[in-house]
């Protein structure tokens, strides 16, 4: 079990495109600190370069610049196998022609472990993961949740320091990835070891991680426990990002008439919460970025309230998302299903933001003004 | 009736399927079919140039003739030694550029492949001619080398010990393009992570290729080998462009054999029984092969 | 039920695709298979000739299927033959159509009968030896008037007469005097050379291919032992046709020292030769490399050709001037100058039946008079198809038979005395025909005994000694020859008929 710190590491491809060399920064200048035991999740649309962290972290790819520790050891130029870890691959990566026993044990052979040693470490895995029946079995006779078992027998046998996890759950169907992501969790809680886990589900991010670290274009957006990244984001990325259906986002400006007020495009003005008076000082008579979260709205007619109207609405079962706009600007709510059948299309409804839920941010930076210190 | 099949057949996928392959089964029957059966009546008859009007059947007399005949166990040798010369190598060989192509990026890998399959392109006479130069004794591209080199040169095909090595040679050098393809279209299709995964797993370089990489080229490999253990048991253009069979029958393979049987003695039936028993020796061989190879291969 | 209706359908399809494949036209045509090129005089003045016969012969078309090379030629004729499409009109000498490659074999003896019905007295006298040469091809009985005339390659190779000249040799004399081996040897002597200084010589005698490595190596020996005139006729250079054994093993292990030395002792072949073609020597020849290449007389126009592009400047090289010359012979008391061979060769049909009266092969018979008239013989000549070298060499060993009534007095003369001489050898065609089982065994005995041993002498892994050895235990395992005796009575019979008749008709001459 051990640290890992990556210090401002850097990975540049370069590719030919047409006979010209184009350099593409995958990963720039990435400080993280991940603790002993964490289960962290690398989380980000793809392309964001997260799964080029967390090869850099398996040693299958070497930074451009910057350094890789592991327990406090610079293992930046370390072969994978020198790492102490071990990796669960998107496609499961096992051994076509060798069963699964052979699968789980082929580290171990390489690593010359003596023969019973691999046996304990094997049967051990494969009790934890209830594959014992299938140790005979080629990969190709496997369901995908039994390969996916396989491919953490196989990570689990090797015992690391750190376990790396490459969007593993995304080649299953959603219900077993459910089944799976609890199991991934309890197994986690067992073994206690670092884990990095990267994906692109917010949901498996916000289950699994103790942390998480939004990634952006290879820079670092956010780090921080699922709370913390829901309800306080940093940007207007991970605001867009993180949430489903994501946080509506309105452009309002900033008056003072008798009290600090958010002006919107339809001319409705409604008061600024207590909270954000002091950080919005700044912006007055500027533009900025309102968002909140579908959840946050209540249809209740009020002073501060909003009005919009109906374009569509999606049945979910006790919810109905509702879709509106605000002069031009879309959004939606849930509601329940039972008081919204009186609400169609064309239908004119009052939006009350709850003041403590909402976000103010810069429209040109992008940050979260209310949380600039 | 016409009016029957109007109605449910002509738009019917099942009646156009029979028609086109009614077409190629025709086409086969006639070229295939007929002439492999016709090879194998003849092997049962006395069939000969002086007596082509009169054929007649005389059971496995061709048979017993052909095989205890000491020159027809000799091609046999001949044709066995060239087969353990050029498949090992046909493996080898293909397999170890593939692996080094596989290093480069694709440009540069398509430029190697193309330049390889080349001679494949060439026609087999221009292919022979431009070898038999290369090895030629007196005036040779190869022998040219060695007295450069300060080595004794060589008689090459003209030398009754080195002319079946001297084929092997030139197999060696020429024949590999499309076994590269092969090759490398294979390891193209071997999954990266699977590479990555046993480098985590901590396999040496050694071990990946002989756990990973072998294991699964096995199909391709089975392929190649029963193509290049037939191809090399009917070795024909060697003998007949380069060596005439010769020196001292030094090269005289089992194709040649027939060739010669067929043409130069004029004895048909012979001919036919000689090409029956080599039919038979290249099936028993390949599924030997599939028997040795196939067991664990993963299709 | 539907699908088999469609299953039904399809296989009725394929019935008629397959039948339409193998219907063929209807019309009368005459296949002819000629070794000649449409492009070259002689085959333009062939396509007049069979021109003229499709104008007088409406209805009759002629198919020229031409041949490349004669090697091409007769593995044509051969796979034709083979599968029993033989051509209706085809060209070659006797020899080639028994056995069209190197095991030189004749047809079986039990098959040597004459069906005089189909010929009149002047046709067979005027298809000469050629006729019981093909006939004893069972089932290929008719024949057609032979005319062409050829030396035998066996008895003469082709020289670079510079070469030659250059060391003091008069071409002319050799061909009228011969010459012995021992001035072969000593032609050798000057003629091989190292001219570019690397130590090797790159200018040789011959090179020891196939064929060559015979003709010039084992045949001069051979050939120029003095035997009675029946012996000489055998066409059998290695086996004595009574009994099946080798003619003259002394003679033979003679030749095969001559051919070692010429490689081994004196280098004036190289061993590193002994697996290229005869095409890489015939190459090399015109390069100037080699003094002789045991070609047939027809190389002479591929010489001439290559002169003729050396001097437009269309090909780099020298001016070659060739000519035949006749093999060397022994310089021992009981052999003599060998004297070139003149080879016939003519027309044959190859039909399955003899003449029945049906139209086509009416057609066919017509044809082949019509080739081989008597008025087209002037305008060969004159064409330049029989070469003047070509009559300086025939001799008594040759048949012309039909050309007797050319009104030519020289060649009337010579092809006269020809006549006188060679009939007598009718006889020895009993003698040739062998039983079928020798047969097959003495072609595989040269293929698989004979020419390996060579090539294993010339390429340095057998001396001689070894080689000859191997030849004649080989030769000594052969089958007994035993001919049909109760057929050869007749046989013998009316070949004796034939040669009466043949010199009761020379005498009108005389």
């Known amino acids: 079990m051990a640290e890992v710190v990556l210090d401002k590491v850097t990975k540049v491809f370069t590719t030919f495109k047409k006979r010209e060399k184009v350099n593409v920064t995958a990963v720039n200048h990435l400080k993280l600190d991940i603790r002993d035991g964490e289960f962290l999740v690398l989380l980000g649309p793809s392309g964001c370069g997260k799964t080029t962290t967390l090869r850099i972290i398996a040693g299958l790819e070497i930074p451009t610049e910057g350094k890789v520790y592991i327990g406090n050891r610079d293992v930046t130029k370390y072969p994978a196998k020198e790492r102490g870890i071990a990796m669960v691959f998107q496609d499961y990566a096992l051994y076509p022609h060798m069963n699964v026993y052979e699968n789980m044990s082929f580290g171990l052979k390489n690593l010359k472990f003596p023969k019973e040693e691999i046996k304990r470490r094997v049967e051990t895995a494969a009790r934890i993961l209830d594959i014992e029946e299938l140790f005979d079995r080629k990969p190709k006779g496997l369901s995908g949740g039994q390969r996916q078992r396989v491919a953490l027998g196989r990570a689990i046998v090797r015992q690391p320091q750190v376990y790396l996890f490459d969007e593993p759950l995304s080649n299953l169907d959603a219900r077993l990835r459910i089944q799976m992501r609890a199991e991934l969790k309890e197994l986690h809680m067992n073994l206690k070891t670092t884990s990095i886990y990267v994906t692109h589900d917010q949901i498996e991010a916000m289950t699994l991680g103790n942390r998480i670290v939004i990634l952006e274009l290879g820079t670092i957006q956010q780090i921080g426990t699922p709370e913390e990244i829901y309800n306080k984001p940093s940007n207007l990325f991970v605001a867009n990002f993180i949430g489903t259906p994501p946080m509506n986002f309105f452009t309002c400006g900033v008056s003072r008439d008798d009290d600090l007020k958010f002006v919107f495009e339809n001319g409705k003005k409604i008061s600024v919460p207590n909270t954000l008076k002091n950080k919005l000082q700044d912006f007055m008579n500027k533009r900025i970025t309102l968002g909140i979260r579908p959840e946050n709205i209540s249809l209740e007619k009020g002073k501060n309230s909003v009005e919009a109207s109906v374009t569509s609405s999606e049945f979910l079962g006790i919810n109905v998302l509702i879709h509106f706009k605000v002069g031009e600007e879309r959004g939606t709510i849930y509601m329940n299903s039972e008081k919204a059948t009186s609400i169609g299309a064309g239908s004119k409804i009052p939006l009350l933001f709850d003041p403590d839920k909402i976000h103010v941010f810069d429209p040109e930076t992008g940050k979260n003004i209310g949380l600039i210190k | 009736m016409f009016k029957l099949i109007k109605r449910n057949y002509v738009y019917n996928e099942w009646f156009w399927a029979y028609v086109f392959l009614a077409v190629d089964l025709a086409w086969s029957t006639l070229f295939l079919f007929y002439p492999m059966i016709k090879g194998v009546i003849y092997s049962f008859q006395d069939i000969q140039l002086q007596n082509i009007s009169n054929p007649h059947f005389i059971g496995f007399k061709n048979y017993i003739n052909v095989l205890t005949d000491p020159d027809w166990w000799h091609s046999v040798k001949i044709s066995a030694l060239y087969t353990l010369g050029v498949v090992p190598m046909g493996i080898i060989i293909p397999l170890t550029i593939s692996l080094l192509l596989a290093h480069f990026r694709r440009s540069i890998r398509d430029f190697f492949k193309a330049a390889f399959y080349l001679p494949g392109v060439v026609s087999a006479v221009v292919m022979a001619m431009t070898l038999k130069w290369i090895f030629d004794p007196m005036a040779g591209f190869m022998n040219w080398l060695f007295s450069l080199l300060g080595l004794p040169t060589q008689l090459w095909y003209s030398g009754t010990s080195e002319a079946l090595f001297t084929l092997i040679l030139m197999n060696w050098l020429s024949s590999h393009g499309f076994n590269i393809l092969l090759y490398s279209a294979a390891l193209d299709r071997i999954p990266k992570s699977l590479y990555e995964a046993a480098e985590i797993d901590a396999a040496s370089s050694w071990r990946r290729f002989w756990k990973i990489t072998w294991p699964l080229l096995k199909p391709t490999t089975l392929y190649v080998l029963i193509t290049s253990v037939i191809g090399s048991f009917q070795a024909f253009g060697g003998a007949f462009f380069i060596t005439h069979g010769g020196p001292m029958k030094a090269t005289e393979f089992l194709n040649y054999r027939i060739y010669v049987t067929f043409y130069q003695f004029g004895q048909y039936g012979i001919a036919a029984a000689m090409s029956v028993l080599l039919m038979l020796m290249v099936i028993a061989v390949s599924l030997l092969n599939f028997k040795i190879m196939g067991s664990e291969v993963e299709y | ?510």
């Open chain 3, 1 to 510: 039920m539907k699908r088999s209706l469609g299953i039904v359908v399809a296989l009725l399809l394929a019935l008629v695709i397959m039948s339409s494949a193998l219907v063929f036209a209807s019309t009368d045509t005459i296949t002819a298979l000629l070794p000649f090129r449409p492009n070259t005089p002689f085959g333009a003045y062939l396509g007049q000739v069979f021109n003229l016969f499709e104008q007088t012969h409406p209805g009759v078309k002629v198919k020229w299927i031409s041949g490349g090379s004669w090697g091409d030629y007769i593995k044509k004729l051969g796979t034709m033959l083979g599968a029993r499409q033989g051509p209706d009109v085809a060209y070659g000498n006797a020899n080639y159509l028994f056995v069209p490659g190197r095991g030189a074999g004749l047809a079986s003896a039990d098959s040597l009968t004459i069906p005089d019905k189909y010929f009149t007295k002047d046709e067979r006298l005027g298809m000469g030896a050629a006729v019981i040469g093909s006939l004893s091809i069972p089932g290929r009985g008719i024949v057609v008037w032979p005319w062409h005339l050829y030396i035998g390659g066996i008895s003469t190779m082709i020289a670079n007469e510079d070469m030659l000249r250059e060391a003091g040799f008069d071409p002319n004399n050799i061909r009228k005097n011969g010459w012995t081996t021992k001035q072969f040897l000593e032609l050798g002597s000057k003629v091989v050379k190292d001219l570019n200084g690397d130590g090797k010589p790159d200018r040789w005698l011959f090179y020891p291919v196939n064929s060559d490595h015979m003709r010039i190596g084992i045949f001069p020996i051979y050939l120029s032992k003095k035997r009675p005139l029946e012996e000489q006729w055998t066409l059998d250079y290695f086996f004595d046709t009574r009994t099946g054994k080798l003619k003259d093993p002394e003679l033979l292990h003679q030749a095969f020292q001559y051919l070692y030395d010429l490689v081994h002792k004196y280098k004036y072949a190289p061993a590193a030769a002994v697996s290229k073609s005869m095409g890489d020597a015939s190459d090399a020849f015109l390069r100037g490399e080699l003094a002789f290449v045991a070609n047939g007389p027809d190389y002479l126009s591929t010489v001439k050709e290559h002169n003729r592009l050396v001097l437009e400047g269309l090909r780099k090289g020298k001016v070659i001037h060739a000519g035949v010359i006749p093999m060397p012979y022994l310089d021992a008391p009981d052999h003599e100058a060998i004297r070139p061979g003149l080879a016939v060769y003519g027309f044959y049909n190859f039909k399955q039946n003899p003449y029945k009266g049906d139209e086509h092969t009416k057609h066919v018979m017509e044809f082949c008079d019509f080739i081989t008239n008597i008025t087209f013989q002037p305008i060969l000549a004159a064409e330049g198809f029989m070469s003047p070298d070509r009559r300086l060499f025939a001799t008594r060993y040759a048949m012309a038979a039909n050309l007797y009534n050319t009104n030519d007095p020289s060649i009337r003369y010579w092809l006269n005395d020809m006549r006188n001489n060679a009939l007598p050898s009718f006889s020895q065609y009993a003698c040739v025909g062998f039983t079928k089982a020798f047969r097959d065994a003495k072609g595989k005995w040269f293929g698989d005994s004979f020419i390996p041993a060579l090539e294993g002498m010339i390429a340095g892994k057998l001396s001689a000694d070894e080689a000859f050895n191997r030849v004649k235990v080989a030769a000594e395992k052969l089958p007994y020859p035993r001919v049909n005796k109760d057929k050869l009575p007749a046989i013998i019979k009316s070949i004796n008929q034939l040669v009466e008749e043949e010199k009761e008709e020379s005498k009108m001459f005389k």
